[in-house]
């Protein structure tokens, strides 16, 4: 799961709610139908549904949908191991349910509402009495504490997330606590609100053949959920179907109605992405999210989409709350990736304007911020607070952030090109490389400077194969290697690369997720997102500074100034994004005449057209 996508912000004012309290006394718990880091929640509580759904939406049709690589397990806590099926969480239900057109806001879904101390040195949620399993039981404080404790335990990646969470325990019939180990850290109650909660007794029980089941291992056994879909069917690692439930107990409350309407989910699993967009066009796959420019520009001829039977959108509802970096990312765990030199050699080393005009149809814009295309995102000079902040740490930040505002080179003609490849091997020869004959080596030990890319698909291929070649022109030797999701994802786990394409995506509200992407303890944990290795005490400092903040100023100013920061020790080499979502879909569905703000809704708010039900 990305980490950035699953929390969700908390404010310092919101609007109260006593939910099965009558008459309580001051001292008593204030209940909270929702939570929100962007001021108040916009729905009241009572809310009949999402603003941006059809409540009337038909239920019925069948949705086919396709995904690259394959699954071998519907364990929902080890997601670092094995490799979890798509569509996954259909299954099962968390505590809070985010809202798409609100920024970093959710209402309850399990729980009927949260509460909190003033200090937020904990957090409290209420399970909703008609909360149930599939099999009709309960669902129970003790499935939480249940699915919070084997989270912690068996996953390194949530065990990082939630580390700031110390205990869970039962302190009513319908109540689960969750308590933490720092004060004020005002997002600590919504992340937890986000967390998959799974059956304990299910779990704990044993298989149809008598079995124990063991939620320490991967299982292709379909697993019991609360949520509105269940596990229908399955070919092992290649296809899925999900149904949806006819007694899902939440399909008539506020955040549950209009969603959900699609009778059937069927997922096939392709090798190939050329040979999955085949299957698109040949009409087995209904919805299809294009990532590679080529195709778009020159691949949609075919009939159905000259006659409108394929539709093509570009949304750009997803991206008005995200920020992107994408890039190729050195692991500065590798000695040659220490200097940042070095790395800012091999930023200079790529020509983006070029391989934007000839591969990919000058559709892309550059990326030059970690939180590129958000008002988080640092420029110029730093100033007002910003600037206080980094003055704070001046003797462990680079001097150039007071003085130089960070900018990516500038290439696509021939004369930009040499400029930048001749400043980069100045750097290098700064950093004790040396070019001799057509080999870039070590002064010291000279050995040449070659080292592999990791890539998880081909597409990526045309894209940093020209890359390879400019590198080579200044003696450095690269080797694309390029291997299947599931060794992808293995290897990156643990580290296991020189340099790799990575995707970071953020909120508006920024938070304890940050020390998992370039936190020192995240440097040295398998399984995080700090794949740079980046181990700096000055970020360290600016993360908490993050996670600290008491006001958007403050918040938005220590943003920017980690974002500085990470920029000018050049961990990454800067790719390039579209800031709108490309998708085709076959001429099957309906969807609500105004999507979320923050979304497109599929397939959760879309619906089968009547001709296809």
């Not at 335990?153 to 009513?172: C, D, F, I, M, W």
């Not at 124990?212 to 229908?232: C, F, H, M, N, W």
């Not at 592999?452 to 080797?479: A, D």
């Not at 340099?499 to 953020?506: D, I, P, R």
Request: glycine share 8%.
């Amino acid at each position: 799961m990305d980490l950035a996508w699953m929390k969700r912000g908390l404010a310092a004012a919101l609007v109260a709610v006593a939910i099965g309290v009558s008459g309580a006394a001051a001292e008593e718990p204030q209940w909270h139908h929702g939570v929100s880091l962007m001021g108040e929640p916009k729905l009241p509580t009572d809310f009949p549904n999402f603003p941006y759904v059809n409540p009337d939406a038909p239920k019925g049709g069948t949705l086919n949908l396709s995904t690259e690589g394959t699954y071998d397990s519907f364990n929902p806590i080890l997601t670092l191991r094995g490799t979890p099926a798509a569509g996954l969480t259909m299954v099962f239900d968390t505590l809070l349910k985010p809202s798409e057109d609100e920024v970093s806001t959710s209402y309850g879904l399990l729980a009927l509402g949260v509460s909190y101390p003033q200090d937020v040195s904990s957090a409290t949620f209420r399970l909703r009495p008609e909360a149930k399993w599939a099999d009709g039981q309960p669902v129970t404080p003790e499935d939480v504490v249940f699915s919070f404790d084997k989270a912690k335990e068996l996953n390194p990646q949530l065990a990082g997330y939630y580390r700031r969470v110390s205990s869970a325990e039962k302190t009513g019939e319908r109540d689960v606590t969750f308590r933490f180990d720092e004060k004020n850290n005002r997002e600590l109650p919504s992340i937890v609100g986000q967390l998959v909660i799974v059956p304990k007794h299910w779990w704990e029980g044993k298989d149809a053949k008598g079995q124990q089941r063991d939620i320490s291992r991967t299982t292709l056994e379909p697993v019991l959920g609360s949520g509105p879909y269940k596990i229908a069917g399955l070919a092992a690692g290649s296809t899925l179907r999900y149904e949806l439930r006819d007694d899902y107990w939440a399909k008539d409350i506020p955040v549950s109605r209009g969603h959900n309407n699609f009778r059937t989910i069927n997922y096939t699993f392709f090798a190939d992405r050329d040979v999955e967009f085949e299957a698109f066009r040949g009409g087995n796959v209904d919805f299809w999210q294009e990532t590679q420019a080529t195709r778009w520009a020159t691949r949609y001829d075919f009939p159905a989409a000259r006659n409108g039977q394929v539709k093509r959108e570009e949304l750009p509802n997803p991206f008005r709350a995200t920020g992107i970096m994408q890039a190729l990312v050195p692991n500065t765990r590798r000695d040659l990736f220490k200097d940042e030199r070095v790395r800012e050699a091999l930023n200079l080393a790529f020509d983006f304007e070029e391989i934007n005009r000839t591969v990919m149809y000058s559709q892309y814009t550059r990326v030059n911020s970690f939180f590129f295309g958000t008002e988080l995102a640092s420029s110029g000079l730093p100033q007002g607070k910003e600037l206080d902040l980094l003055k704070s740490l001046k003797d462990q930040v680079p001097a150039d952030v007071f003085t130089k505002p960070y900018a990516n080179p500038v290439g696509g003609d021939p004369q930009k090109a040499r400029d930048n490849l001749r400043q980069a091997v100045q750097l290098l020869k700064a950093a004790g490389w040396d070019l001799k004959g057509n080999t870039m080596v070590n002064t010291k030990t000279g050995a040449p400077f070659a080292f592999e890319i990791l890539l998880s698909s081909p597409q990526l291929e045309r894209v940093v194969s020209p890359y390879v070649q400019t590198l080579k022109r200044i003696g450095i030797e690269v080797r694309l290697r390029t291997v299947d999701p599931s060794q992808y994802t293995n290897r990156t786990r643990s580290f296991d690369f020189d340099m790799t394409w990575v995707v970071w995506a953020q909120t508006l509200n920024p938070g304890n997720e940050q020390q998992f992407y370039w936190g020192s303890k995240a440097a040295t944990t398998e399984g995080t997102r700090n794949y740079a290795g980046i181990a700096d005490p000055a970020i360290d400092a600016l993360v908490d500074k993050v996670i600290f903040a008491t006001d958007r100023e403050g918040l938005v100013a220590a943003t920017r100034a980690l974002d500085r920061v990470l920029l000018a020790h050049h961990y990454v080499v800067p790719l390039y994004y579209m800031m709108a979502m490309r998708i085709a879909y076959w001429d099957k569905f309906d969807r609500p005449g105004t999507l979320p703000e923050y979304g497109i809704g599929f397939p959760d708010i879309w619906w089968a057209k009547q001709s296809s039900l």
